[in-house]
T-cell receptor, first 112, second 115 residues
Framework: DGGITQSPKYLFRKEGQNVTLSCEQNLNHDAMYWYRQDPGQGLRLIYYSQIVNDFQKGDIAEGYSVSREKKESFPLTVTSAQKNPTAFYLC???????????FGNGTRLTVT | AQSVAQPEDQVNVAEGNPLTVKCTYS??????LFWYVQYPNRGLQFLLKYITGDNLVKGSYGFEAEFNKSQTSFHLKKPSALVSDSALYFC?????????????FGTGTRLKVLA
C-alpha cells in the first residue's frame, strides 16, 4: 500500500541536542512538506520541496533544516537553535498542481 | 496576506442533527480549497476539495462543502451528524508564492457530536 511513513512516533531529547525526524513516501509524489502542529495554532509550514535537491523555507523555518537527496525522503532536523521545539510534526506529500496533501501519522517530539 | 480563518474553536451538535463548520479565506487568484479531518495523534485525512465547477462539493463520509466566491467562504456541512464524526477539522487553501504553491491551514475546529 502506498503512503507516508514518519518515524519514530514519539521522540524525547534533551535541550541543546539536534534531532532528525524521518519522512519517507512511496507514492511517487514530487512535492513534500513539513508542518508543525501546536494546540490552537493549526498547522504551520516549516519547509517544503517541489523537486529533488531543491527546497524552500516556509513560515517558521528558523531553527530547522531539511534535505531532499531522494524523491522518497525528506528528513527534518530540529536544531538546538529552535527555541521551542516540543510539538507534533507532520510530513505530507502531493502530486504537483493542486492535488490534496497526503499526511503521515506524525512524530511527537518532546524536548526537556 | 493570504490566510484561512476558522472562526469557531469548537462546534457542538446533537447526533442526527445537521452540522456546519465554517471557513473563510483570503488568497490571490482562483482558490483551491480543501477540508481535512484529524483524529487524536494521527495525521490529517483528506475529505474534499474545490478547484472549479459546481459550488457544492461532495466528499468522503457524507460530508459536503459549499464554495461561495462573494463571501470567500467554504463551509463544511453534513445533513446528519454521527458520534464518530467527532474530531478536529481543518480548512486549507493552496496559495501561490514565488512561482510555486504552498498550502495554508486554518487553526482547526473541534467538532463534538453528542449522543
Amino acid at each position: 500500500d502506498g503512503g507516508i511513513t514518519q518515524s519514530p512516533k514519539y521522540l524525547f531529547r534533551k535541550e541543546g541536542q539536534n534531532v532528525t525526524l524521518s519522512c519517507e513516501q512511496n507514492l511517487n509524489h514530487d512535492a513534500m512538506y513539513w508542518y508543525r502542529q501546536d494546540p490552537g495554532q493549526g498547522l504551520r509550514l516549516i519547509y517544503y520541496s517541489q523537486i529533488v535537491n531543491d527546497f524552500q523555507k516556509g513560515d517558521i523555518a528558523e531553527g530547522y533544516s531539511v534535505s531532499r537527496e531522494k524523491k522518497e525522503s525528506f528528513p527534518l532536523t530540529v536544531t538546538s537553535a529552535q527555541k521551542n521545539p516540543t510539538a507534533f510534526y507532520l510530513c505530507a506529500s502531493s502530486i504537483q498542481g493542486g492535488s490534496p496533501l497526503h499526511f503521515g501519522n506524525g512524530t511527537r517530539l518532546t524536548v526537556t | 496576506a493570504q490566510s484561512v480563518a476558522q472562526p469557531e474553536d469548537q462546534v457542538n451538535v446533537a447526533e442526527g442533527n445537521p452540522l456546519t463548520v465554517k471557513c473563510t479565506y483570503s488568497v490571490s487568484g482562483n482558490p483551491y480549497l480543501f477540508w481535512y479531518v484529524q483524529y487524536p495523534n494521527r495525521g490529517l485525512q483528506f475529505l474534499l476539495k474545490y478547484i472549479t465547477g459546481d459550488n457544492l462539493v461532495k466528499g468522503s463520509y457524507g460530508f459536503e462543502a459549499e464554495f461561495n466566491k462573494s463571501q470567500t467562504s467554504f463551509h463544511l456541512k453534513k445533513p446528519s451528524a454521527l458520534v464518530s464524526d467527532s474530531a478536529l477539522y481543518f480548512c486549507a487553501v493552496r496559495a501561490p508564492t514565488s512561482g510555486t504553491y504552498k498550502y495554508i491551514f486554518g487553526t482547526g475546529t473541534r467538532l463534538k457530536v453528542l449522543a
